[in-house]
């Protein structure tokens, strides 16, 4: 079995002292500490156990002891590698404590000088891994040497932090290096752990002097260097004793990490030079130079393999059995995979009996001795194929499967995100010249980008303009639900929160006026208290934005200073940043609660409105539209013209009115009950617009949206926009009210219709008995308005 190795040291560096450090004064460059190779705390482990309660255990301390004894050119600290390569024996015996005989054949592990890259004892693997001709530990791939001498001085800082100060240090992050692998072309991934079990820490001159908080802000701003520069010179410590190295292959894990990464980004496998570096992966993580990667996606429709877009095909070999006459038995092999959707394992192509000969033959002649086929499972489908070739017999077998399956599903999510992004581009034509479109409109403007593409055709180069979308005698149906007071209660929010944040600065202003007498805490409190009357007589444009901006630039930086200088204001000052949100920076209750509170009235009516709308679509396929504001509004129109090869019948029209008004009922019902839940106890009022007229809607493409088309069809927007600040004639009050319903039309003949429904919510006792019939004051440019208002029984 083979042993570490100490082996003889080189004329240099190992002959020159190993106490290394910076001159006195200059500024540190690479490792800043002076560190010494001593095999003393080592012994005195081992001088330790001499009286073990494990009688092995003791017998080796002692002789130990006796060989130490017999050595002393090993004690304190040694000049150079080569007392260690003259006395062999002695070091074998000590090293026993972390080099056990039994690991050393498999384990990674080698002893340093203190945070240095000179090792001088380590296991076969180590040095195979590791370390370069003079003992010298080579640079990983994936760290430079800046980096790595910066690490170390972090870690050096972190012991005497721990050692001399008596801090609880944060766990080690994880430490990865990625080394060549020469023997097959590629490279591994290692972690690596540093222990510093065996390195003491020797104080220079005196000792500086740190309080908690410095430790504390130490630990925070661990990466930056030059503030433990300047708390903890390097000149006053020295490190002496020998770290040891501990590394463990974690290949397969950080290949499958870096695997899932790869393959969730978006156009992985849309390029070539993509899928190569996913091949190189593979490669290392298979431990096998030459293994070929072939991925082809599958249409389940067209139960036939495709492109995977801009004609990139990575299925090696789907590629070169193209006009080979091979396809029936390439299908054949491949209908096994989709049926029985297990891999298939050749560890032999040669002999595979699974193979029809004349593939076999071709794979042979792709220079594919072993395989393995996996079909990609997305759901109940299969969107793909994956495969593995290599030229050697046996270098893919069963073993190699459990790999296999723990990226499978990688590949198949993105074989399923490469489909459903084709599909985004084919619709993205019809984006271009339109916006996200109604299922029930869909079809049109389909049609017609079909027809500007035919007309792009025929028009040989010339820019054709996209055709008018106008759908015709559409009825409409407008509604909305308002939030009763909501501007009142947003200023009143802000209002009371800007009021109790100023009154907290005051107090901690007032505090600090006890025990400073700076001219800057009059100022300050003097405008507290300036805006603080001015808020309590009501709230201006402005005041909120000016009034936070002066706290945080102002008044909160003097809060600091003085939390750092006034340890008696700490108290005040900690209960100030107690109200104050962390993330805003600001304190932020009664808004909050505020807007908890629409946030929820809007929620409740948008969640009912979509799932009674669902239904709705099953009378009749309409076009709908919701926005959220202080409350919710929706457009609702229906027609003929809207759909494909369906009659439209005004029985439709009057279904979708009734059906407008229970679901108003219905809001209005759930949002009163939701009041008392609430942290501001908002209530909604209801309101329904009633047009009788079809009218005809145009898709703006400047706007990506539908208006009304027509200069007549214009009042109806007009009118629509106005009504939610409707007044009654004569009294000023407004129309709509909480726990009413109120129905707003222009002629007497509109309000026939809606009387029959009220009527029957009425007697289902939905509605209480009585209707107000309103006549409404003039809005600007709108005049002659009526109105029909009725109370919801809640």
Known sequence: MPAPSLLSAPPSPADQPLALAPAAGAAPTGFPFAAVLSLEPLIAYWAQHEHDDNPGVARLARTV??????????HGDLPS??????????????????????????????????????????????????????????????????????????????????????????????????VPDYRIGLYRHYGVSIDSTFVRVRVVGEKPALSAEQVQHLLRHRHHLPTWYELLPPAHFMLEGFNLLQLVDVTTQEILSELKYDLLERDVLQASDRIEQIQEKLRVLFALPALQLGIAAY???????????????HSFLTKQLQGQGLENDFRQVYNRL?????????????????????????????????????????????????????????????????LVNQFVPLFAVAVKRNAEDQETRVQSVVKEYFTAIHPTMEWRFNDAARRLLARREEAGGRVVEMEAIVFEDVYPLHGSSDI??????????????????LTLAGRVLKKASEYQQLPILDELKFYVNKHLRRLRQGILSGDEVSIYDSLRTEVEPLFEYLAQNVPELRPTIAGYWQHIDEHLGILYKRRRDFELSVTRLNDTISDYLD????????????????????????????????????????????????????VMVEITRRTH???????????????????????????????????????????????????????????????TQPGYLALVYAQTREATEYHEYIDYLQDRGLLEPGIESLELEELQGVKGLLALRVKVRV
């Open 299 to 313: 249409d389940e429709r067209k139960k036939a393999f495709v492109d995977f877009g801009r004609k990139v095909n």
């Open 673 to 735: 009950a939701l009041q008392a839940e609430l942290p501001v106890p908002l209530a909604t009022t209801q309101l329904i617009l009633i047009h009788s007229q079809p009218l005809s809607i145009r898709f703006r493409q400047d706007e990506r949206q539908f208006d009304v088309d027509g200069t007549y069809n214009i009042r109806y927007e007009i009118i629509k926009k106005r009504i939610d600040k409707a007044t009654v004639l004569g009294t000023g009050e407004r129309l």
């Open 611 to 662: 799932e009674q709308e669902a239904e709705a679509q099953a009378m009749f396929p309409h076009y709908y539209q919701r926005l959220k504001t202080d409350g919710v509004e929706y457009n609702i129109y229906v027609g003929g013209s809207l759909v494909q090869d369906k009659p439209f019948d005004l029985v439709f029209l009057k279904n979708l009115r009734l059906w407008q008004l229970l």
């Open 65 to 74: 002891a006796r060989q130490v004894a017999e050595h002393p050119a090993c």
């Open 338 to 402: 989709l049926t029985e959707r297990r891999p298939l394992v050749l560890d032999d192509v040669a002999t595979a009996p699974e193979l029809p000969d004349s593939l076999r033959q071709q794979m042979l002649r792709l220079g594919v001795r072993s395989a393995i086929l996996a079909a990609l499972p997305y759901g109940s489908d299969t969107v793909g194929l994956l495969e593995l070739g290599s030229p050697g017999v046996g270098d893919l077998d069963e073993f190699a499967l459990e």
């Open 484 to 501: 009763r007071g909501s501007s009142t209660a947003r200023n009143e929010a802000v209002q009371g929160d800007l009021i109790e944040h």
């Open 81 to 178: 590698v080569a007392v260690l390569d003259a006395n062999p024996e002695l070091v074998d015996t000590l090293m026993l404590a972390m080099f056990p005989p039994a690991a050393t054949a498999t384990a990674i592990t080698g002893a340093i000088v203190p945070f240095h890259r000179q090792a001088f004892y380590y296991t076969p693997r180590f040095a195979e891994v590791l370390l370069g001709r003079d003992r010298t530990i080579k640079q990983p791939l994936n760290v430079d040497l800046a980096m790595l001498e910066e690490l170390m001085t972090r870690l050096a800082y972190l012991l005497i932090l721990s050692r001399e100060y008596g801090a609880e240090l944060p766990l080690p992050g994880a430490l990865i290096f990625t």
